[in-house]
């Protein structure tokens, strides 16, 4: 079998002495894993950095057997960000949370282009809150939609507007912004609240359910915002 494609890196882990095993979220065959020979090398490490977009020519002698990975950089992304530490870590968390909740050899061009809406909005100043639209969005494409406009209640606290949900076991405040999206927010603060509540959800409606651990990776990246 052997087909091109273009995709973005999302994980690499080092095979033997000259080569790595390293994961792809390509436009046409979803998430594919291969063997990169000579992926060691200098030349070959310095581009295969997490969030790159490569192109890719993948070989492989049956649909059992792990297949060889050709590659060329098609896009420098994440080499942008090194001197951003927030930004570098909330690529590295974004890249391992589509490789943790994606199917392999599954295409859906929605992901993909989703991870191409992921860096336009990580490119401006004010970036946060429209990430945390892109989470939700993310996790809505995978069947996950925490449909807060339906099950959010508006309350009034000191003449201000509070949108809570209400549990048998809990009463959550949830962030004005998540609501009005037309609220512009530069609060780190409040920002921080949004993301807490989709981590919340994130791991009590997605991860625990399916026996997996919460992300390290998504710790430091919401550490960099504290």
Known sequence: MFWNDTGFLLSKNRYNENSIIS??????????????????????????????????????????????LKLEIQKVLSPIYFENHQKLSCLTSSMNLIRLLTAEN???IKIFNLIEKFYSIISKDLWLKDFIFW??????????????????????VDDK???VVKSKIEKKIIP????????????????????????????KTILKPNNLNYPVSRTQFINTLK
């Open 23 to 68: 994961e792809f979220y390509t436009k046409n065959h979803g998430k594919i894993s291969g063997l990169v020979f000579g992926g060691t090398s200098k030349k070959i490490r310095n581009y295969l950095q997490i969030g790159n977009q490569l192109h890719i020519n993948f070989n492989s002698k049956s649909d059992t057997k792990m297949g060889y």
């Open 106 to 108: 599954q295409a859906n």
């Open 135 to 156: 989470e939700l969005e993310f996790l809505k494409t995978l069947g996950f939609d925490l449909e807060l406009d339906n099950l959010a209640s508006k309350e009034f």
């Open 161 to 163: 507007i509070i949108y």
């Open 176 to 203: 004005n912004f998540l609501i009005d999206k037309e609220i512009v927010v530069t609060d780190i603060h409040t920002l921080l609240k949004g993301v807490n509540l989709v981590s919340d959800f994130l791991e």
